[in-house]
Protein backbone atom coordinates (compact mmCIF):
# COMPACT_ATOMS: atom_id res chain seq x y z
CA UNK A 1 0.00 0.00 0.00
CA UNK A 2 1.52 3.45 -1.12
CA UNK A 3 0.67 6.93 -1.27
CA UNK A 4 3.65 7.68 -3.23
CA UNK A 5 3.83 11.51 -3.84
CA UNK A 6 4.83 13.90 -6.89
CA UNK A 7 5.42 16.55 -4.39
CA UNK A 8 9.24 17.73 -5.11
CA UNK A 9 10.04 17.91 -1.17
CA UNK A 10 8.28 14.73 0.23
CA UNK A 11 7.46 11.35 -0.44
CA UNK A 12 4.19 10.52 0.22
CA UNK A 13 1.42 12.00 1.43
CA UNK A 14 -1.37 10.84 4.25
CA UNK A 15 -5.12 12.66 4.53
CA UNK A 16 -6.65 11.77 7.75
CA UNK A 17 -8.18 15.01 7.12
CA UNK A 18 -9.60 16.31 3.51
CA UNK A 19 -11.21 19.85 2.44
CA UNK A 20 -10.37 23.34 3.18
CA UNK A 21 -11.37 26.57 2.64
CA UNK A 22 -9.22 29.68 1.85
CA UNK A 23 -7.75 32.10 4.04
CA UNK A 24 -5.24 34.34 1.81
CA UNK A 25 -4.19 35.14 -2.26
CA UNK A 26 -1.67 32.00 -1.64
CA UNK A 27 -5.06 30.23 -1.87
CA UNK A 28 -6.76 31.56 -4.85
CA UNK A 29 -5.34 28.97 -7.29
CA UNK A 30 -5.56 26.17 -4.62
CA UNK A 31 -4.26 22.73 -6.80
CA UNK A 32 -5.95 20.38 -3.92
CA UNK A 33 -9.34 22.25 -4.79
CA UNK A 34 -8.62 22.05 -8.69
CA UNK A 35 -7.93 18.26 -7.77
CA UNK A 36 -11.08 17.39 -6.45
CA UNK A 37 -13.68 16.83 -9.13
CA UNK A 38 -10.90 14.35 -9.91
CA UNK A 39 -10.15 12.61 -6.85
CA UNK A 40 -14.36 13.33 -5.63
CA UNK A 41 -15.50 11.23 -8.63
CA UNK A 42 -17.26 7.68 -7.97
CA UNK A 43 -14.60 5.52 -9.78
CA UNK A 44 -11.67 7.38 -8.55
CA UNK A 45 -9.25 5.31 -6.77
CA UNK A 46 -8.75 5.27 -4.24
CA UNK A 47 -11.84 7.62 -3.11
CA UNK A 48 -10.34 9.94 -0.46
CA UNK A 49 -13.32 12.48 -0.57
CA UNK A 50 -17.08 12.24 1.17
CA UNK A 51 -17.90 15.62 1.26
CA UNK A 52 -19.80 17.02 -1.24
CA UNK A 53 -17.69 20.28 -2.12
CA UNK A 54 -14.34 20.74 -1.30
CA UNK A 55 -15.28 23.38 1.55
CA UNK A 56 -16.48 20.28 3.56
CA UNK A 57 -14.20 19.68 5.81
CA UNK A 58 -13.91 15.87 6.85
CA UNK A 59 -11.79 13.65 9.18
CA UNK A 60 -11.36 10.21 7.93
CA UNK A 61 -10.81 7.98 11.45
CA UNK A 62 -10.39 5.06 9.16
CA UNK A 63 -6.93 6.57 6.84
CA UNK A 64 -5.37 7.42 10.94
CA UNK A 65 -3.75 4.03 11.21
CA UNK A 66 -1.95 4.01 7.22
CA UNK A 67 1.20 5.43 8.23
CA UNK A 68 1.76 2.42 10.75
CA UNK A 69 1.76 -0.50 8.23
CA UNK A 70 4.05 1.33 5.85
CA UNK A 71 7.56 -0.38 7.72
CA UNK A 72 10.05 1.58 5.17
CA UNK A 73 10.89 5.26 6.37
CA UNK A 74 9.97 7.87 3.91
CA UNK A 75 8.48 11.52 4.42
CA UNK A 76 5.21 12.10 4.87
CA UNK A 77 2.96 15.20 3.85
CA UNK A 78 0.19 15.28 6.08
CA UNK A 79 -2.87 16.45 4.68
CA UNK A 80 -1.64 17.75 1.50
CA UNK A 81 -5.88 18.09 0.59
CA UNK A 82 -6.53 20.01 3.80
CA UNK A 83 -4.97 21.97 6.40
CA UNK A 84 -4.91 19.99 10.04
CA UNK A 85 -5.11 23.08 12.00
CA UNK A 86 -8.48 24.03 10.00
CA UNK A 87 -11.33 25.41 12.72
CA UNK A 88 -13.16 22.20 11.79
CA UNK A 89 -11.08 19.93 12.86
CA UNK A 90 -11.68 18.78 16.44
CA UNK A 91 -8.54 18.81 18.27
CA UNK A 92 -9.08 15.30 19.99
CA UNK A 93 -8.80 13.81 16.45
CA UNK A 94 -5.54 16.06 15.81
CA UNK A 95 -4.37 14.19 19.07
CA UNK A 96 -4.96 11.19 17.46
CA UNK A 97 -3.28 12.07 14.28
CA UNK A 98 -0.69 13.44 16.44
CA UNK A 99 -0.28 9.90 18.21
CA UNK A 100 0.13 8.17 14.80
CA UNK A 101 2.78 10.21 14.38
CA UNK A 102 4.15 9.38 17.58
CA UNK A 103 3.85 5.52 17.22
CA UNK A 104 5.10 5.43 13.59
CA UNK A 105 9.00 7.09 14.41
CA UNK A 106 10.39 5.03 11.20
CA UNK A 107 8.66 8.10 9.54
CA UNK A 108 9.38 12.15 9.27
CA UNK A 109 5.82 13.78 9.23
CA UNK A 110 5.98 17.11 7.69
CA UNK A 111 2.69 19.28 8.68
CA UNK A 112 1.65 22.15 6.67
CA UNK A 113 -0.91 24.97 7.86
CA UNK A 114 -1.67 28.29 6.85
CA UNK A 115 -3.25 28.66 10.68
CA UNK A 116 -0.60 28.94 12.70
CA UNK A 117 -2.80 30.72 15.81
CA UNK A 118 -4.96 27.55 16.18
CA UNK A 119 -1.66 25.80 15.84
CA UNK A 120 0.14 27.82 18.54
CA UNK A 121 -3.29 27.38 20.81
CA UNK A 122 -3.41 23.93 20.51
CA UNK A 123 0.16 23.19 21.72
CA UNK A 124 -0.16 25.69 25.01
CA UNK A 125 -2.87 23.71 26.27
CA UNK A 126 -1.63 22.73 29.39
CA UNK A 127 -2.59 19.10 28.91
CA UNK A 128 -1.75 18.46 25.60
CA UNK A 129 0.89 16.03 25.73
CA UNK A 130 -1.38 13.98 27.85
CA UNK A 131 -3.88 13.66 25.67
CA UNK A 132 -2.08 12.93 22.50
CA UNK A 133 -0.11 10.10 25.00
CA UNK A 134 -3.75 8.56 25.68
CA UNK A 135 -4.57 8.99 22.13
CA UNK A 136 -1.75 6.87 21.46
CA UNK A 137 -2.08 3.94 24.22
CA UNK A 138 -5.73 3.52 22.71
CA UNK A 139 -5.00 2.73 19.36
CA UNK A 140 -1.75 0.54 20.46
CA UNK A 141 -3.87 -1.24 22.20
CA UNK A 142 -6.29 -1.48 19.24
CA UNK A 143 -4.10 -2.15 17.40
CA UNK A 144 -1.59 -4.97 19.21
CA UNK A 145 -3.49 -5.89 22.09
CA UNK A 146 -0.64 -4.11 23.81
CA UNK A 147 -0.56 -3.38 27.73
CA UNK A 148 -0.68 0.25 27.96
CA UNK A 149 1.34 0.29 31.14
CA UNK A 150 4.09 -0.63 28.66
CA UNK A 151 3.92 2.64 26.31
CA UNK A 152 6.53 4.83 27.10
CA UNK A 153 5.61 8.25 27.59
CA UNK A 154 5.14 11.30 25.19
CA UNK A 155 7.16 14.28 26.17
CA UNK A 156 7.15 17.63 24.49
CA UNK A 157 7.71 18.06 20.88
CA UNK A 158 7.95 14.91 18.78
CA UNK A 159 11.72 14.64 16.63
CA UNK A 160 10.17 13.01 13.32
CA UNK A 161 7.37 15.74 13.05
CA UNK A 162 8.07 19.34 11.44
CA UNK A 163 5.88 21.71 11.81
CA UNK A 164 5.66 24.76 9.25
CA UNK A 165 3.14 27.53 7.60
CA UNK A 166 2.74 28.95 4.21
CA UNK A 167 3.84 32.07 3.08
CA UNK A 168 3.49 33.78 -0.51
CA UNK A 169 4.59 37.52 0.80
CA UNK A 170 5.96 40.05 3.14
CA UNK A 171 2.81 40.43 5.28
CA UNK A 172 1.78 36.64 5.22
CA UNK A 173 5.67 36.02 6.49
CA UNK A 174 5.27 38.74 9.51
CA UNK A 175 1.89 36.95 10.10
CA UNK A 176 2.55 33.07 10.42
CA UNK A 177 6.35 33.15 11.22
CA UNK A 178 6.29 34.90 14.53
CA UNK A 179 3.57 32.32 15.60
CA UNK A 180 5.56 29.64 14.35
CA UNK A 181 8.58 30.65 16.19
CA UNK A 182 6.50 30.31 19.49
CA UNK A 183 4.92 27.06 18.86
CA UNK A 184 7.13 23.88 20.17
CA UNK A 185 8.69 21.77 17.49
CA UNK A 186 11.62 20.00 16.59
CA UNK A 187 11.60 21.34 13.31
CA UNK A 188 10.24 24.60 11.99
CA UNK A 189 10.14 25.01 8.19
CA UNK A 190 8.29 27.58 5.92
CA UNK A 191 6.87 26.81 2.63
CA UNK A 192 7.14 30.03 0.10
CA UNK A 193 4.55 28.59 -2.19
CA UNK A 194 3.18 30.07 -4.88
CA UNK A 195 5.73 33.04 -4.37
CA UNK A 196 4.14 36.00 -4.85
CA UNK A 197 6.38 38.63 -3.80
CA UNK A 198 9.40 39.16 -1.71
CA UNK A 199 9.97 38.45 1.49
CA UNK A 200 12.86 39.08 3.87
CA UNK A 201 13.02 36.28 6.40
CA UNK A 202 15.88 38.76 8.47
CA UNK A 203 13.13 41.17 9.67
CA UNK A 204 10.29 39.73 10.07
CA UNK A 205 8.26 42.41 12.17
CA UNK A 206 6.72 40.82 15.53
CA UNK A 207 5.10 43.66 16.87
CA UNK A 208 4.53 46.31 14.47
CA UNK A 209 4.12 48.97 17.88
CA UNK A 210 6.86 47.92 19.46
CA UNK A 211 9.01 48.35 16.49
CA UNK A 212 10.76 45.27 16.75
CA UNK A 213 11.63 41.97 14.94
CA UNK A 214 12.84 38.62 14.28
CA UNK A 215 15.75 37.43 12.12
CA UNK A 216 13.65 34.18 11.90
CA UNK A 217 16.79 32.51 10.05
CA UNK A 218 19.50 33.20 12.66
CA UNK A 219 17.25 33.13 16.03
CA UNK A 220 17.40 36.79 16.78
CA UNK A 221 14.86 38.66 18.10
CA UNK A 222 15.22 42.84 17.74
CA UNK A 223 13.28 45.04 19.86
CA UNK A 224 13.61 49.43 20.85
CA UNK A 225 15.31 49.31 24.34
CA UNK A 226 16.60 46.31 24.02
CA UNK A 227 20.80 46.83 24.12
CA UNK A 228 21.54 43.14 22.43
CA UNK A 229 19.25 41.09 20.46
CA UNK A 230 17.22 38.44 22.22
CA UNK A 231 17.53 34.63 21.02
CA UNK A 232 14.82 32.79 19.83
CA UNK A 233 14.01 29.78 17.91
CA UNK A 234 14.66 29.97 14.21
CA UNK A 235 13.40 28.30 11.23
CA UNK A 236 15.62 24.82 10.24
CA UNK A 237 14.32 24.47 6.18
CA UNK A 238 12.88 26.78 3.83
CA UNK A 239 11.21 26.06 0.67
CA UNK A 240 10.49 28.51 -2.03
CA UNK A 241 8.31 27.84 -5.27
CA UNK A 242 6.34 29.61 -8.18
CA UNK A 243 2.36 28.99 -8.76
CA UNK A 244 1.90 26.03 -11.52
CA UNK A 245 -2.26 25.58 -12.50
CA UNK A 246 -4.41 27.14 -15.39
CA UNK A 247 -4.30 30.58 -14.20
CA UNK A 248 -0.85 30.47 -12.40
CA UNK A 249 0.75 33.66 -11.32
CA UNK A 250 4.04 34.78 -12.45
CA UNK A 251 6.81 34.63 -9.83
CA UNK A 252 9.89 37.41 -10.20
CA UNK A 253 13.49 35.21 -10.05
CA UNK A 254 14.58 38.24 -7.91
CA UNK A 255 12.13 37.12 -5.26
CA UNK A 256 13.65 33.66 -5.19
CA UNK A 257 17.29 34.24 -5.59
CA UNK A 258 16.81 36.64 -2.77
CA UNK A 259 15.15 33.88 -0.53
CA UNK A 260 18.06 31.76 -1.66
CA UNK A 261 20.59 33.78 -0.78
CA UNK A 262 19.23 34.76 2.76
CA UNK A 263 19.03 30.97 3.57
CA UNK A 264 23.02 30.81 2.56
CA UNK A 265 24.26 33.10 4.31
CA UNK A 266 22.48 31.96 7.54
CA UNK A 267 23.25 28.44 6.74
CA UNK A 268 19.72 27.11 6.56
CA UNK A 269 19.18 24.66 4.33
CA UNK A 270 16.96 25.68 0.81
CA UNK A 271 14.58 23.43 -1.05
CA UNK A 272 13.41 25.23 -4.86
CA UNK A 273 10.64 23.39 -5.66
CA UNK A 274 9.52 25.10 -9.21
CA UNK A 275 9.13 27.75 -11.14
CA UNK A 276 5.95 26.77 -11.91
CA UNK A 277 4.16 27.31 -15.24
CA UNK A 278 5.83 30.59 -15.96
CA UNK A 279 10.00 30.70 -16.06
CA UNK A 280 12.00 33.48 -17.58
CA UNK A 281 13.17 33.51 -21.14
CA UNK A 282 16.35 34.57 -21.92
CA UNK A 283 15.51 34.64 -25.46
CA UNK A 284 12.89 37.53 -25.00
CA UNK A 285 15.39 38.96 -22.13
CA UNK A 286 18.21 39.28 -25.40
CA UNK A 287 15.66 41.12 -27.68
CA UNK A 288 14.50 38.26 -29.45
CA UNK A 289 11.84 35.81 -29.84
CA UNK A 290 7.76 35.97 -30.32
CA UNK A 291 5.98 37.45 -27.34
CA UNK A 292 2.64 35.47 -27.54
CA UNK A 293 2.44 33.75 -23.91
CA UNK A 294 4.76 36.44 -22.30
CA UNK A 295 4.45 39.12 -19.96
CA UNK A 296 6.52 41.39 -18.27
CA UNK A 297 7.11 40.42 -14.31
CA UNK A 298 7.77 43.67 -12.04
CA UNK A 299 10.45 42.57 -9.25
CA UNK A 300 8.28 46.00 -7.29
CA UNK A 301 11.64 47.66 -7.49
CA UNK A 302 11.65 50.76 -10.06
CA UNK A 303 12.62 50.01 -13.75
CA UNK A 304 13.22 46.11 -12.91
CA UNK A 305 11.09 43.94 -14.64
CA UNK A 306 11.97 40.67 -16.76
CA UNK A 307 10.05 38.80 -19.41
CA UNK A 308 8.39 35.63 -18.18
CA UNK A 309 6.87 32.80 -20.38
CA UNK A 310 4.01 30.46 -19.61
CA UNK A 311 5.41 27.03 -20.78
CA UNK A 312 4.03 25.27 -18.43
CA UNK A 313 5.47 23.38 -15.23
CA UNK A 314 7.33 20.31 -16.80
CA UNK A 315 9.00 22.85 -19.68
CA UNK A 316 9.77 25.50 -16.90
CA UNK A 317 11.70 22.88 -14.69
CA UNK A 318 13.29 23.54 -11.12
CA UNK A 319 16.64 24.50 -11.92
CA UNK A 320 17.77 27.80 -10.65
CA UNK A 321 20.76 29.56 -12.14
CA UNK A 322 22.02 27.03 -13.80
CA UNK A 323 21.37 23.76 -10.66
CA UNK A 324 18.68 22.37 -8.59
CA UNK A 325 18.24 23.20 -4.76
CA UNK A 326 17.14 20.47 -2.91
CA UNK A 327 18.58 21.09 0.49
CA UNK A 328 17.13 19.58 3.85
CA UNK A 329 17.36 19.79 7.40
CA UNK A 330 19.82 17.26 9.14
Given amino acids: MSDKSNIEWTEATWNPVTGCTKVSQGCKHCYAERDWQRLAAPRAKPNIYTGRDFTDVKCHPEKLEIPLRWNKPRRIFVNSMSDLF ?149 LNWVIAGGESGPQARPMHPDWVRAIRDQCQAAGVPFFFKQWGKWAPDIVLESGRGNRVNSQQVSSGRLCDSIWMTRFGKKAAGRHLDGRTWDEYPA
Avoid at 110 to 132: A, C, S
Avoid at 138 to 164: C, F, H, Y
Fill in 86 to 234: HEDVPDNFIDEVFAVMALAGQHVFQVLTKRPKRMLDYFNYQYRWVMIEGAAQAIEQERTGADPSLWMAVNGPLKNVWLGVSCEDQATADERIPLLLQTPAAVRWVSAEPLLGPIDFTRIDYCAESLSYVDALRGSYFCDGLNEPRATPK
